[in-house]
């Protein structure tokens, strides 16, 4: 009985097998294994309906008491799975030592306020942050903002001063949960050097009574 | 008398030492750090590459509570700091209780989708292989035909020669 195929025939569907086999294989292990992205988080604030601008009321940054600010807080977890994260807000002046990128080292001041969230791949989170000069004093030369509303809540306390009520600033700090130290940080080692996630906004303190 | 009265304080005192450590760990194991374990159990779920929406979005219904009872605590409300920390407790509580069963289906999912991956493989290999079969017996019966056909012609050709 004659062969159905001829041994040179076979030879090829037998080499066409097992390449069919290596790429089936290599597909399905990036299927069931996909090589990790470049995993980072973002953080951003906008001014009033969503847009980066109009941060102040009438654009003048020099506030005054009861002056309602509304702003958004926005971040995004780029890190290819769930993350347990929290930005620290926190009020410092110009002189008071804010975070060092280039050290992935956080603001040695006290968060006055935190938001909490564990955010899915991808996931955007969005807070809001209404807030106004409730309460100021003035001395020395100085101002202290010593009462503050932000999100409806009262908060009072000595959160800081500025020379004539200037260069006041909100610093707003992405912590996030590290598995391995069961522990909040603020910055990853990454191939470059320390990578950390911080924003912040400035503002003067001049028309406050 | 006296015999079975330093026997009963011994007991007292040994299920005491036993009890105290449990006692004093669950005490100082903060709401916070109760919120890292609910957290690490569902990111085992979703590296498994499993889902647990619901059970995420009670873990942050709970930290949403945290947040808001330390916002009370600085405004000096201790009463609604303890009360809202108290409900972040029981949620946290039920989302740690459920996190095992989601565990497991997350794996059984994970098993079934390896499976299913790896089973198509022979499949997929099978089927190619058969089309490439198929295509390379019609190439071979075209070229047949192909030389059959030049044969025609050379003799045709051969004739007109003649």
Known sequence: ?209 | MKTSLWLGLLIASLIMLCAAPHVLTQQSESIDVLSYRAFSGLATIYQQGGQSPELVAKLNQALGLIDEAHLKLLQGNDADATSLQGQANSILTGVLNQVPAAQQTAATERTWRTLTIVGLIPLAVLLSTLLFYASLRMWRRYEKSQLFEKRIIGVVHDETKD
């Open chain 1, 1 to 209: 009985m004659r062969p159905r195929i001829s041994p040179r025939d076979l030879k090829y569907v037998i080499a066409f097998a097992l390449v069919m086999t290596i790429i089936c294989s290599g597909a399905a292990l990036r299927t069931l294994y996909p090589p990790p992205d470049e995993q980072y988080f973002e953080m951003w604030v906008l001014g009033p309906g969503g847009f980066a601008q109009h941060y102040y009321p009438h654009d003048d940054s020099n506030l005054g008491t009861d002056e309602a600010l509304n702003w958004t807080l926005g971040v995004q977890n780029q890190m290819g799975n769930l993350e347990y994260v929290v930005v620290e807000v926190k009020l410092l002046n110009s002189t008071l030592s804010g975070p060092i990128a280039s050290t992935g080292s956080p603001s040695s001041v006290q968060p006055i306020l935190k938001f909490t969230q564990v955010l899915v791949e991808n996931e955007t989170w969005s807070v809001p942050f209404e807030w106004m000069i409730v309460n100021a004093t003035r001395g020395n030369g100085s101002v202290s903002i010593t009462g503050l509303s932000i999100n409806g809540a009262q908060l009072n306390g000595q959160f800081a001063n500025a020379n004539s009520g200037y260069n006041f600033r909100f610093v707003f700090e992405l912590w996030f949960l590290d598995p391995s130290s069961n522990a909040l940080v603020f910055s990853q080692p990454t191939t470059v050097g320390p990578r950390s996630v911080w924003t912040q906004i400035w503002f003067n303190a001049t028309s406050v009574a």
